[in-house]
């Protein structure tokens, strides 16, 4: 099953390192928020479906946080840095940006 992850808001030349159930499926340095629609990077990853833990990390800042999706719920996820932390916003839909 095919699980979206959309880099959206507040990256500016960031290092980002993305795992799903501790394997790392993403990593680029220099990602980079495009302001005009709100979005960084999308990721694609083949995952079965359930529940699955997914950790995205911009090491270069110390920041490092966790969250469990259910990709049959939710194949979709949103992911924002917003005052020094990350913003997860699961969907069942996928983004729209114009």
Known sequence: MDFVIDLQE???GDAVVICLDGQEVFR???VR???QISRAEGIEIEAPP???A???SLPDKGIKQEIAVD???TPFLGVSLER???VFKPSNA???YV
Do not use: N, P, S, W
Request: aromatic share 12%; glycine share 12%; proline share 0%.
């Open 10 to 12: 507040g990256f500016e």
């Open 28 to 30: 680029k340095a220099d």
């Open 33 to 35: 928020t495009r302001y």
């Open 50 to 52: 359930g529940r699955h």
């Open 54 to 56: 997914v950790e995205v």
């Open 71 to 73: 990709l049959e719920a």
């Open 84 to 86: 020094g932390a990350l």
């Open 94 to 96: 996928a983004f729209r």
